[in-house]
């Protein structure tokens, strides 16, 4: 809870900026950092390692994120479509370099030896200046399911900000909506915020943005929902149209960094009733978790309210802070 990062993009992140795949240096090679990665201190495949890698610089993926990637680093069209890591170059964002603030100056208590017990790695990353909960996150692990969306750093901050000098706010004063990457339209809010209160309940129910271009009688899809690939929509679609009487003629999908597609509709159908339609059979609608479930100092399994996750971090930077100020009195 206190960096919202999970321990195998954690291990990768440390080592990228231990071994200097920063903002601040020249572009490496990917399968450089994959090797650096496995063989320092992450224990599972070069294929998940890359993985975490590029997702983590995906526009799309992250709502903020903490890899920049040179060459191709993936698409809307479809999961895991990156170019093999011999022909791109990855490096940590310069948002990144907030995650490893003062971490030489004994900001950690808590380090773990890596699997050849040669090296550690910290359990928790300081995360000065930046709490990572805008990039949201989603995950099994143990038999415990965990979905957190994404935030607006702006308004995530002002949140912060606010409950520390109010430190018995209200629920509604340190709010904050959803913002996911991708884009799209949030249908529930009243359901979300009592979620996010709660620290688990109702879904983000998410609309694509869609408008009729009358002219061309289509849909135009400008922005879908997080998580959702043009290559899932355009294969439901290719099910509708094979089935008939759907009122659509035809679709082009013609996403490149950001989505588009157009749905060619038949001469008599009605807009409103086809899109309808599409929404309820479709990935146009989709739903995203709220579940807080997250570990509490790194230890124990808890489910956090909205206001309790800001404050574990709050108090985090706060040790964080006085450590590096300990440290410099020292010195």
Same mark, same amino acid.
């Given at each position: 809870v206190r960096d919202c990062l999970k321990p195998s993009a954690r291990q990768i992140f440390f080592c990228m900026d231990k071994y200097k795949y920063t903002a601040a240096k020249p572009f490496n090679k990917t399968m450089a950092a994959i090797g650096d990665a496995m063989k320092h201190f992450y224990i599972h495949g070069?294929?998940?390692?890359?993985?975490?890698?590029?997702?983590?610089g995906q526009p799309f993926a992250m709502r903020y994120p903490l890899v920049e990637v040179k060459g191709n680093g993936g698409t809307l069209l479809s999961s895991g479509n990156w170019a093999d890591p011999r022909y791109t170059e990855?490096?940590?964002?310069?948002?990144?370099?907030?995650?490893?603030?003062?971490?030489?100056?004994?900001?950690i208590d808590d380090w773990r030896d890596n699997y050849a017990d040669n090296e550690?790695?910290?359990? +928790?990353?300081?995360?000065?200046?930046?709490?990572?909960?805008v990039n949201?996150?989603?995950?099994?692990g143990i038999g415990m399911a965990c979905s957190v969306p994404q935030y607006n750093l702006k308004e995530l901050n002002n949140a912060l900000i606010h409950l520390i000098d109010h430190p018995d706010c209200d629920f509604e004063e340190i709010y904050c909506?959803?913002?996911?990457?991708?884009?799209a339209i949030l249908y529930n809010e009243g359901d979300v915020k009592e979620s996010m209160k709660n620290g688990t309940g109702f879904?983000?129910?998410l609309r694509s943005v869609v408008d009729f271009d009358s002219k061309e009688r289509c849909f135009v899809v400008t922005e879908i929902p997080y998580g959702v690939y043009t290559n899932t929509i355009c294969g439901q679609l290719e099910a509708i149209i094979n089935e008939g009487n759907s009122?659509?003629?035809?679709?082009n999908d013609l996403t490149g960094s950001t989505p588009l597609i157009k749905i060619y509709l038949a001469k008599k159908a009605n807009?409103?009733? +086809?899109?309808?339609?599409?929404?309820?059979?479709t990935s146009l609608q989709y739903r995203y978790g709220i579940n807080f479930t997250m570990l509490d100092n790194g230890r124990f399994p808890k489910v956090f309210t909205w206001k309790e996750m800001l404050q574990s971090h709050i108090d985090h930077e706060r040790a964080v802070y006085r450590a590096a100020f300990q440290f410099d009195l020292n010195k």
């Open positions: 070069d294929s998940s390692c890359e993985g975490i890698i590029m997702r983590a990855t490096r940590l964002s310069k948002l990144a370099a907030y995650l490893f603030n003062d971490i030489d100056k004994d900001t550690q790695y910290p359990g +928790v990353l300081p995360t000065k200046g930046f709490y990572n909960l949201g996150t989603s995950g099994i909506a959803p913002d996911f990457a991708t884009g879904a983000c129910k009122g659509i003629d035809r679709f807009p409103d009733k +086809v899109l309808k339609y599409l929404y309820k059979n």
